[in-house]
């Protein structure tokens, strides 16, 4: 789920745990829109259609993605932004440190 392919004016990357992937994908923000900050993203998947509700039970159910919600763990530093998609079977939240310019 998080991963960039070769198919557009990104730069293409899979996650795989990696300091090089984890700054590909932090910089996606940065390759597709005007945020200047790091993006930390979490995804859900349902098969059988994503909605809100069910996305944020998976994010609450999952320590990780738990705690970059809530600012615990290595995720400390307050978010000044967040950005979520849900479409289909997936939905995705981005979280930045630095707040949006207006």
């Not at 730069?11 to 990696?18: F, N, Q, R, T």
């Not at 998947?45 to 290595?74: C, D, Y």
Request: with cysteine; aromatic share 12%; hydrophobic share 40%.
């Amino acid at each position: 789920m998080h991963s960039w392919s070769t198919k557009g004016t990104w730069s293409a990357c899979c996650y795989d745990g990696s300091a090089a992937a984890a700054r590909c994908m932090w910089s996606k923000p940065k390759e597709l829109s005007a945020y200047r900050g790091n993006g930390y993203e979490i995804a859900a998947s349902f098969p059988a259609g994503m909605t809100p509700e069910i996305a944020l039970s998976q994010w609450k159910k999952s320590q990780l993605h738990h705690e970059v919600m809530i600012n615990r763990g290595k995720w400390t530093t307050a978010w000044g932004v967040i950005g979520v998609a849900v479409d289909g079977e997936y939905a995705v939240a981005w979280f930045g440190r630095e707040a949006d310019a207006k």
